[in-house]
């Protein structure tokens, strides 16, 4: 294998830095393509596209509920799967002597909101001031295109990786997982993984694990005139009533958090979040049902199940203390999000590999964190026993209005991807 010395490091930086242009343009066509949950099939051709002009080998697949429902790690959907689509571009070793490594990213975004809070259309990838808007700009098209440009760069000093290398472009990661689940269930495997979230250059040491829920609550529907006499029951008060109480529960967790040593000095590690409330038919009339969806999360080791448990406990214990509630109680279901925590141990040579890499980019020694929000590095340690590096570039409002990503820690990010690829896995000449 060619040794990977300093000059041969300052060529592979070199590289990155020749290459960015065109590896920002093609982010910015990736921008372009809307790919919230339902609509992704059009960015995964693209990527498919990407990856078959560089020679890798393409797998694209649907996911399919039925082969993936009795892995570990799998999150229940009321939605249909139809558009949704795995892609992966495999990179073929001649030698195989090094480390094989998957490269792992996701092509969904969360939903974009009101347009009109936007301060421009939030598919329209403009530069300003060195940051490139747009939803999915950060969160994660620019580390899906830093993968596959970090490996354009080693090409052009005439090198690749000499190792099985899989570059991984999964759905679903920002409501489920199942995406990345697929991918293990298709038997992709390797001795670490890579995942460029935009949660900045340090290494991410541990994660919680979301899930969501929802709660439906029942009302008596009567004319509204019929309220003021206290005949039936208003499904939105109750439900406020019930949303109010939940702060109790999410106090009663986060009171756990030193029971979880990476987690002790979190000011507030577990984040309960009311993301969606429906209810009512019709201003006069009492309502007779609402909903609300929450998403919570758990600490890395803990029991999904007994969260669960916790979860439904509470919900009727805090019925109890309402006439009507307590005689019909409201139920519990749950639909996207059913992960575990993970942490990311057991992991020297991948953690040195990444450190050297980042020195040799940031002339900094390499920082960690902790995070309250979470990757699908989970499935990778968790259910794979692999190794799984998060460490991404710099994104402000990641999931919020006018969300942006830095492009100068983007092509610092995808230099460390090159010089870590060159680590990990090693380098072969491209075969004439
Ligand atoms: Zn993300």
Not at 86 to 110: A, E
Not at 113 to 140: N, T
Not at 141 to 149: D, E, V, Y
Not at 175 to 189: D, E, I, K, V
Request: glycine share 8%; net charge negative; proline share 6%.
């Amino acid at each position: 294998m060619p040794e990977l010395t300093q000059a041969l490091k300052a060529r592979i930086l070199a590289a990155v830095n020749d290459g960015y242009a065109d590896q920002t343009d093609t982010l910015a066509q990736l921008v372009r393509i809307p790919s919230q949950r339902g609509e992704e099939a059009a960015a995964q051709d693209f990527m498919a596209a990407q990856y078959e002009a560089r020679g890798y080998e393409v797998d694209r697949w649907q996911i399919d509920i039925d082969a993936i429902k009795h892995m570990p790690g799998f999150s229940p959907v009321a939605v249909s799967y139809d558009n949704a689509f795995n892609v992966v571009g495999t990179h073929r070793s001649r030698t195989r002597q090094g480390r094989s490594l998957i490269l792992n990213g996701h092509i969904d975004v969360v939903p974009v909101g009101p347009r009109s809070q936007w301060s421009r259309d939030p598919y329209d990838p403009a530069i300003i001031d060195g940051w490139m808007h747009g939803r999915g700009a950060g969160d994660m098209k620019s580390g899906l295109i830093a993968c596959m440009a970090a490996l354009d760069a080693l090409r052009r000093v005439g090198l690749q990786p000499a190792a099985d290398v899989f570059l991984q472009s999964v759905v679903e990661e920002e409501c489920t997982g199942n995406g990345a689940l697929a991918c293990l269930q298709r038997g992709y495997r390797a001795d670490a993984a890579f995942i460029p979230e935009p949660l900045l250059p340090m290494l991410m040491r541990a994660q919680v694990g979301p899930m969501w829920f929802q709660v439906q609550v029942d009302g008596d529907p009567q004319h509204a005139s019929a309220a003021f006499s206290g005949a039936g029951a208003n499904a939105i008060q109750k439900a406020i009533f019930m949303i109010q109480a939940m702060d109790e529960l999410e106090e009663r967790w986060n009171g756990r958090k030193c029971e979880h040593t990476h987690f002790c000095d979190h000011p507030h590690p577990i984040r309960f979040n009311l993301g969606k409330i429906a209810g009512g038919d019709w201003p006069s009339s009492v309502p007779a049902w609402c909903t609300f969806d929450m998403r919570v999360a758990v600490f890395p080791g803990q029991s999904l199940e007994a969260a669960r448990a916790e979860i439904e406990a509470f919900v009727a214990e805090v019925a109890a203390r309402d006439p009507f509630l307590a005689k019909h109680p409201p139920k519990v279901i749950y639909h996207g999000f059913m992960a575990e925590g993970y942490e990311l141990k057991d992991s020297e040579d991948v953690e040195a590999a990444l450190r050297v890499s980042h020195e040799a980019v940031f002339n900094e020694p390499l920082q960690e964190y902790v995070t309250s929000a979470a990757t699908d590095a989970r499935f990778y340690g968790l259910y794979a026993d692999t190794p799984a590096i998060v460490y991404g570039p710099e994104c402000r409002m990641p999931h919020g209005n006018d969300e942006s990503v830095n492009l100068e820690s983007v092509r610092k990010v995808t230099q460390t991807i090159a010089l870590f690829i060159a680590e990990w896995c090693g380098l072969e000449e491209i075969a004439a």
